[in-house]
């Protein structure tokens, strides 16, 4: 009877770890700053960098997008556009964003983490990802590479003070 007992107050207590694990991942997921990348790029310069205090992984603007083609007065220029050099703890992260024909048809790497090989090894596995998961919703607005949160928020928000640059709204 005693170890019956001790047995399901442990899958009990199991349970409940689990569940709170569950809940504080959620909770993590949904604090992460998603929306980061907009706030940062539209409201940073080249004199003022963007920083972050919370606990959350985030990503430091280090400098303002370069634009390498002049920008139409109204829509969308054509052209390519480089977005902020954002540092993470694993190294810097640059993306450059090819806009044709009022659409996004390629997103470049210009520098990506390479503060150790683990850091290489998940920015090259991530970016591919991120790149399709761009092109395919026409957008910053993707999800994160699961494993590769700082590859992935670094790289968004720099595609985002890209398409800012570019004056692309999609």
């Known amino acids: 009877m005693r170890a019956g007992s001790a047995f399901l107050a442990g899958v009990g207590s ?3 770890v689990a569940i709170g694990w569950q809940a504080g991942v959620g909770t993590l997921v949904s604090s992460l700053p998603q929306s980061q990348a907009a706030a ?17 992984p985030s990503a ?12 139409a007065t109204t829509g969308v220029a054509d052209g390519t556009y480089d ?9 810097p992260q640059q993306v450059q964003v090819v806009i044709a024909g009022g659409k996004i048809s390629d997103v470049v790497v210009l520098q ?57 709204t999609g």
């Open 14 to 16: 199991a349970a409940i």
């Open 40 to 56: 940062s790029s539209s409201t940073s310069t080249a004199n003022s960098p963007s920083t972050s205090s919370s606990t959350a």
């Open 60 to 71: 430091e603007t280090t400098t303002a997008p370069a634009e390498t083609t002049a920008p």
């Open 83 to 91: 977005g902020a050099v954002v540092n993470t703890r694993y190294g």
């Open 112 to 168: 990506t983490q390479t503060a150790d090989r683990k850091s290489e090894q998940i920015s090259s596995r991530a970016n591919p990802i991120l790149r399709e998961e761009v092109l395919t919703a026409q957008s910053s607005k993707v999800a994160n590479v699961s494993g590769a949160t700082y590859t992935s928020q670094s790289y968004i928000q720099s595609l985002q003070s890209a398409l800012d640059a570019a004056g692309f």
